[in-house]
């Protein structure tokens, strides 16, 4: 299939069926005139992030920036914002595949963000076929047959859609602007922006965004210049775009006011993307000798450092007459095992009730079958609000309460086990093409196996990284347990009828990465280069 690209634009990529109603010429220029005016900069802002780790592996501390201390005393709040985004009490996730998408939107959620990002293998396929994915359900066109010959299609009654790029590290390695590579968030939002927008804004609900990954203030203002760029391409008023963002860093929390400042005009508000902040905490300080961290399990919520940075958020986001959206529950319906359903159930509804007192006015979940316990708990605070923006915080966060990182203990050979499965499992799925992996009765995807992954690293290299029986977690430790859970790994997948083929290949990717002497900043950059 022969397409029309504009100059200076290349991709080396199969073109599939119904690619070409995507990569035309006209979109295709678009993402080539936001990539010309904008790449730059994001690879300035890329080399800043370089800098800043170097100054906290040698022993510098994140603080609030002095410099825009006038931004955190101002008077002033981001503007107002569509209907179809003051009510979000329940928000599903998932990537941009055919029949998730159905699912999510006759879910009875308030918001589905649909996803390009953490949940979605990004390879050439998943990334384009989404897209057509996107613009069929946007139009109502979308339908899908499974195995057993049954029609899944649209209700009357859909979720709001909102649509997550790639974060700013990402570049989509198939298409090239003047012998460049695109970036991956720019590539997927220029797309989905300039064959959609229009069609959301006749529809009444859109173009809403979700944008990931974000470590300061100055990525937030570029996303901001990309937007206004944007529409005026397509000509459209300034304003109209929205966006959440993602509070998943531990830089990013430090700055989460300055983030809405920047995006003030196109602001949905921010969201605690609690997986994401604890790998980031993990690897930000994976230098520091009195940095540890326990078992994944551990981490929850509530512990003081997880806790502080939830409430900051609520504090910050209702000053400004923002949403606060609350994280992912990564709890999944069990089948046939009614008590451990129940106590799945019971976690939910404890994370829901928790975050609804707290102030935010809604949460993630990850699965359709969840969607109502979200919203009933959200309900039994909220009444017949829509939300809960008027509630306000007095707390006074500081850095201390921010790098709180406890419990350090306790590290168990459960636990190191529990990552190694974990991330064995999720790469081996994610090289098949799958992002979002139920293992172990939870919605794992590429954010938890960066938490397993970098534990196991963490543990090796600390001097804390003492498992409570007294064993040191060592690299010959770590050795020898990985072909232990590689080979329940592949049992428990040739049980579901799944195909082993990647997961040897997941394995070795999996003891690379956790035992490498030098970090790697992210999991998915050498896996997406490893992959076609």
Same mark, same amino acid.
């Given at each position: 299939?022969?397409?029309?690209?504009?100059?200076?634009?290349?991709?080396?990529?199969?073109?599939?069926?119904?690619?070409?109603?995507?990569?035309?010429?006209?979109?295709?220029?678009?993402?080539?005139?936001?990539?010309?005016?904008?790449?730059?900069?994001?690879?300035?802002?890329?080399?800043?992030?370089?800098?800043?780790?170097?100054?906290?592996?040698?022993?510098?501390?994140?603080?609030?920036?002095?410099?825009?201390?006038?931004?955190?005393?101002?008077?002033?709040?981001? $503007?107002?914002?569509?209907?179809?985004?003051?009510?979000?009490?329940?928000?599903?996730?998932?990537?941009?595949?055919?029949?998730?998408?159905?699912?999510?939107?006759?879910?009875?959620?308030?918001?589905?963000?649909?996803?390009?990002?953490?949940?979605?293998?990004?390879?050439?396929?998943?990334?384009?076929?989404?897209?057509?994915?996107?613009?069929? %359900?946007?139009?109502?066109?979308?339908?899908?047959?499974?195995? %057993?010959?049954?029609?899944?299609?649209?209700?009357?009654?859909?979720?709001?859609?909102?649509?997550?790029?790639?974060?700013?590290?990402?570049?989509?390695?198939?298409?090239?602007?003047?012998?460049?590579?695109?970036?991956?968030?720019?590539?997927?939002?220029?797309?989905?922006?300039?064959?959609?927008?229009?069609?959301?804004?006749?529809?009444?609900?859109?173009?809403?965004?979700?944008?990931?990954?974000?470590?300061?203030?100055?990525?937030?203002?570029?996303?901001?210049?990309?937007?206004?760029? $944007?529409?005026?391409?397509?000509?459209?008023?300034?304003?109209?775009?929205?966006?959440?963002?993602?509070?998943?860093?531990?830089?990013?929390?430090?700055?989460?006011?300055?983030?809405?400042?920047?995006?003030?005009?196109?602001?949905?508000?921010?969201?605690?993307?609690?997986?994401?902040?604890?790998?980031?905490?993990?690897?930000?300080?994976?230098?520091?000798?009195?940095?540890?961290? $326990?078992?994944?399990?551990?981490?929850?919520?509530?512990?003081?450092?997880?806790?502080?940075? $939830?409430?900051?958020?609520?504090?910050?986001?209702?000053?400004?007459?923002?949403?606060?959206?609350?994280?992912?529950?990564?709890?999944?319906?069990?089948?046939?095992?009614?008590?451990?359903?129940?106590?799945?159930?019971?976690?939910?509804?404890?994370?829901?009730?928790?975050?609804?007192?707290?102030?935010?006015?809604?949460?993630?979940?990850?699965?359709?079958?969840?969607?109502?316990?979200?919203?009933?708990?959200?309900?039994?605070?909220?009444?017949?609000?829509?939300?809960?923006?008027?509630?306000?915080?007095?707390?006074?966060?500081?850095?201390?309460?921010?790098?709180?990182?406890?419990?350090?203990?306790?590290?168990?050979?459960?636990?190191?086990?529990?990552?190694?499965?974990?991330?064995?499992?999720?790469?081996?799925?994610?090289? %098949?093409?799958?992002?979002?992996?139920?293992?172990?009765?939870?919605?794992?995807?590429? *954010?938890?196996?960066?938490?397993?992954?970098?534990?196991?690293?963490?543990?090796?290299?600390?001097?804390?990284?003492?498992?409570?029986?007294?064993?040191?977690?060592?690299?010959?430790?770590?050795?020898?347990?990985?072909?232990?859970?590689?080979?329940?790994?592949?049992?428990?997948?040739? *049980?579901?009828?799944?195909?082993?083929?990647?997961?040897?290949?997941?394995?070795?990717?999996?003891?690379?990465?956790?035992?490498?002497?030098?970090?790697?900043?992210?999991?998915?950059?050498?896996?997406?280069?490893?992959?076609?």
């Amino acid at each position: 299939m022969s397409l029309n690209l504009p100059a200076g634009v290349r991709i080396n990529a199969p073109i599939s069926p119904r690619f070409d109603e995507i990569l035309t010429h006209d979109a295709l220029a678009l993402v080539a005139k936001l990539h010309r005016a904008f790449e730059p900069r994001r690879q300035e802002l890329l080399k800043k992030r370089i800098e800043r780790q170097a100054r906290i592996d040698a022993g510098e501390m994140p603080d609030f920036l002095p410099e825009t201390k006038s931004i955190r005393e101002g008077d002033w709040k981001i $503007a107002p914002l569509p209907k179809a985004l003051e009510c979000r009490r329940s928000e599903i996730t998932g990537p941009v595949e055919r029949k998730m998408i159905i699912n999510a939107f006759n879910s009875g959620a308030d918001s589905y963000m649909s996803d390009f990002e953490d949940s979605n293998s990004p390879n050439w396929f998943n990334q384009i076929q989404g897209q057509v994915n996107l613009k069929d %359900a946007i139009r109502r066109e979308i339908s899908y047959v499974n195995e %057993a010959g049954k029609e899944y299609r649209l209700n009357d009654r859909i979720a709001t859609l909102q649509i997550r790029p790639r974060g700013w590290h990402l570049d989509e390695k198939h298409v090239t602007v003047d012998g460049q590579r695109v970036s991956g968030g720019i590539f997927d939002f220029g797309l989905v922006f300039f064959h959609n927008a229009k069609e959301q804004i006749a529809r009444g609900a859109g173009p809403f965004y979700y944008l990931p990954k974000m470590e300061s203030h100055l990525e937030a203002r570029l996303w901001n210049d990309i937007f206004v760029m $944007a529409q005026e391409s397509l000509g459209l008023p300034r304003g109209t775009i929205k966006a959440t963002v993602l509070i998943e860093t531990i830089l990013a929390t430090f700055e989460m006011e300055e983030i809405l400042y920047e995006l003030r005009e196109h602001s949905a508000g921010l969201n605690a993307g609690r997986w994401d902040y604890i790998f980031s905490c993990i690897k930000k300080f994976k230098k520091n000798k009195d940095f540890c961290m $326990a078992n994944r399990g551990a981490i929850t919520m509530e512990v003081p450092f997880m806790r502080s940075y $939830a409430l900051h958020l609520v504090k910050v986001c209702h000053k400004r007459g923002a949403p606060a959206m609350g994280g992912m529950s990564a709890l999944i319906p069990i089948k046939d095992d009614p008590v451990a359903n129940e106590k799945a159930l019971a976690g939910i509804r404890h994370d829901k009730t928790r975050d609804a007192n707290d102030g935010f006015d809604g949460g993630w979940v990850a699965h359709p079958g969840l969607v109502p316990i979200a919203q009933e708990e959200f309900v039994k605070v909220l009444g017949d609000k829509p939300n809960q923006w008027e509630k306000q915080r007095d707390e006074v966060f500081t850095a201390k309460n921010f790098l709180d990182f406890q419990p350090e203990q306790p590290i168990t050979e459960v636990g190191l086990r529990n990552n190694i499965n974990v991330g064995i499992h999720y790469l081996g799925s994610w090289l %098949a093409g799958n992002g979002c992996v139920p293992i172990h009765n939870l919605m794992e995807d590429a *954010a938890t196996a960066e938490i397993s992954r970098s534990q196991v690293w963490q543990w090796v290299v600390s001097p804390k990284g003492v498992l409570d029986d007294g064993r040191e977690v060592t690299t010959e430790l770590v050795h020898g347990l990985i072909p232990e859970e590689l080979a329940k790994v592949k049992a428990t997948v040739t *049980a579901q009828g799944e195909d082993t083929a990647t997961y040897d290949q997941a394995a070795g990717i999996f003891e690379k990465m956790s035992l490498s002497p030098d970090f790697p900043e992210f999991l998915t950059l050498p896996l997406y280069e490893a992959m076609d």
